[in-house]
């Protein structure tokens, strides 16, 4: 099975007294989704861009099976918050880009675009340019494409941050559809605390001042709804109240440990 792993990461920016993160040990199988949050300057988007190949660490070791990672990579692929779509093509022409960089045949382009846009609930939508979708549509293009690769490993930097509550919803059974569809082991950072109950398989609490681990937990909410589980149904359990209380507790708490 593949393995993410940051080994005892320490991440120290030029011009900065302090390091930014310290000595986090992070472990990333094939099967987790496994969910970073804290409050703002924990490192949670460092840790993420080390694992990425777009910052190297002072400190520790970066690897994905065994072999150190020092740049980016096909076994690896990265969603932002903000979209990197080219708006000039179609949804289609997009997802089919990160094909043709892998060199496979423009039949078989179209259709395996066609294929992952259907994935992410988007089979009608092929011929869209980009500024005809709405935020979400435009995020599950990016995931279609970010899943072009067939990347071992997904990695997401609060792709559902910009949008609104509704749609943020919706696009949480979709990562959830997607990571159980795609077999990719995922690492995301976010924000919302809701949202990391739902989807991670395991949850790392990051606290500031340098960034460091103070508590995981392993909700187990993301295994229900892969079994077949309602999501809201999941949301309504009394156990997903006490989760939430016990996460949002180890955030505040980890600014005084």
């Known amino acids: 099975m593949p393995h993410l792993v940051l080994d005892k990461i320490s991440i120290h920016y030029d011009g900065q007294p302090a390091p930014a ?62 979209d990197a779509l080219f708006p000039w093509l179609t949804a289609r022409e997009n997802v089919a880009f990160a094909l043709r960089l892998r060199g496979v045949g423009p039949a078989e382009r179209a259709r395996r675009a066609d294929e992952l846009l259907a994935l992410v609930k988007l089979g009608d939508a092929g011929d869209k340019r980009i500024w005809e979708l709405s935020g979400g549509m435009r995020q599950r293009v ?90 809201r149904a999941i949301k309504a359990d009394p156990a997903f109240a006490t989760a939430r209380g016990e996460l949002t507790d180890a955030i505040f708490e980890g600014e005084t440990a």
């Open 142 to 231: 990016g995931l279609a494409r970010a899943l072009a690769a067939e990347p071992q490993f997904l990695l997401l930097d609060e792709p559902l941050g910009a949008l609104d509550a509704l749609t943020r919803e919706r696009m949480q059974t979709t990562l959830l559809d997607l990571w159980t569809a795609s077999h990719a082991g995922v690492l995301m950072v976010t924000h919302g605390i809701e949202e990391a109950l739902v989807l991670a398989t395991r949850i790392v609490v990051l606290a500031p001042g340098p960034g460091r681990v103070v508590r995981t937990f392993e909700p187990g909410f993301s295994r229900r709804y892969a079994a077949g589980e309602p999501i």
């Open 21 to 82: 993160v310290e000595r986090v040990s992070i472990d990333v199988a094939g099967d987790d989704f496994v969910v970073l949050v804290g409050r703002s300057g924990c490192g949670k988007t460092s840790l993420l861009n080390v694992a990425a190949g777009l910052v190297a660490p002072a400190r520790g070791s970066a690897t994905i099976n065994g072999r150190p990672i020092t740049a980016p990579g096909s076994d690896r692929a990265v969603v932002f918050q903000n």
